[in-house]
């Protein structure tokens, strides 16, 4: 009796456990589904008062209740100069910021396209993008494409820098150039100027265990490489010329818009800091993006803007999955 017991308390706890994992998994996926159902569309931050409100915590603990009211009216003062100026047609220049978060496949490119869109609509030649960069490559045609919605602001006459504070590698870097200015953190990792093709190959496996393997293209140069078949010569010597192909696109890119960069000395593939980037005269400046907009509010109006795209189950699931392989 007291072995049945026992047997039915373990069955209870595996239904127990099974019943919660399925529930657990419900939940998340109709989070996931919440998070998802947020509607498309632009959204746009005044910096400078958010700025503004940051320091004045601050200064209110240091300077005191009496002297920060003080500074308050002088502000006001001040706001109200703007205004008249503004009215009279004399207004400040303005800095758009733009943040890329680049992924493997640059999704974010899709984002970028809308707020490119909307700024061009409004910024003129007084005014200035400024792209916060992330982004240590992928795929080259989804880089391709983001790259080239940067280069619609040049085309425009509109200024555009490009401010690096961790990494713009390979397809970052290749976003990174079009730029009329980079200003990069002194351990921001750039360059890795190259093209690269993995893959692993399991034919060997697949004749031990006896499994063929069939694959049937019109085309001589339909699939090169593959991962199941046996891989020929040729195929190979195929995919390194297609390789070599991509990379000469990639130095012609950096031709192009940063002459004045020797693009052999540096299409090496190899990545280097800030201060060994900007001897290479791959960027322009030493500074943080903190620091350059800090700066920058003095005497222009910034105004972050960002376009919120939603995603599907299926973009938000390999999103969270290449996170996890990524860290």
């Not at 595996?14 to 996931?32: F, P, Q, R």
């Not at 916060?132 to 040049?154: M, P």
């Not at 960027?283 to 700066?295: P, R, V």
Request: proline letters at 1%; hydrophobic letters at 45%; glycine letters at 8%.
């Amino acid at each position: 009796m007291a072995e049945l017991a026992a047997h039915y308390a373990l069955f209870v706890a595996e239904l127990i456990t099974v019943v919660g994992l399925l529930l657990l998994a419900a939940v998340l996926l109709v989070g996931i589904s919440r998070r998802g159902a947020q509607l498309d569309g632009l959204e746009v931050q005044h910096l400078n008062r958010q700025l503004e409100e940051h320091a004045d915590v601050l200064r209110r603990a240091v300077h005191g209740k009496d002297r920060f009211k003080k500074l308050l009216k002088g502000r006001a003062k001040e706001r109200k100069k703007e205004k008249k100026a503004a009215a009279e047609g004399d207004e400040r220049s303005r800095v758009f910021v733009l943040d890329f978060k680049g992924d493997l496949r640059a999704s974010a490119a899709q984002s970028l396209r809308h707020e490119v869109s909307a700024v061009l609509a409004v910024a003129t030649e007084r005014d200035l993008v400024f792209v916060r960069l992330e982004n240590s490559g992928g795929t080259v045609h989804d880089h391709g494409f983001a790259a080239s919605q940067l280069a619609r602001i040049k085309k425009q006459g509109i200024p555009l820098y490009v401010a690096v504070d961790k990494v713009a590698a390979s397809g970052g870097y290749l976003m990174a150039c079009v730029a009329d200015r980079i200003i990069a953190a002194p351990f921001a990792i750039i360059g890795s100027i190259g093209v690269l093709a993995q893959l692993p190959n399991f034919n060997r496996l697949l004749e031990s265990k006896g499994i063929e393997f069939e694959q049937i293209s019109a085309g001589r140069y339909k699939r090169t490489l593959t991962m199941f078949g046996k891989n020929t010569e040729e195929g190979r010597e195929k995919l390194k010329e297609e390789l070599a192909e991509v990379h000469e696109l990639f130095k012609r890119q950096i031709t192009e818009h940063r002459p004045q960069v020797d693009v052999e000395a540096v299409a090496t593939g190899e990545h280097w800091y800030g201060a060994k980037a900007l001897e290479l005269k791959l960027i322009d400046e030493i500074a943080s993006s903190d620091d350059w907009l800090l700066a920058a509010a003095r005497d222009r109006d910034i105004y972050k803007v960002t376009y919120k795209r939603r995603r599907n189950l299926s973009e938000r699931v390999l999103g969270g999955v290449e996170s996890v392989l990524s860290r």
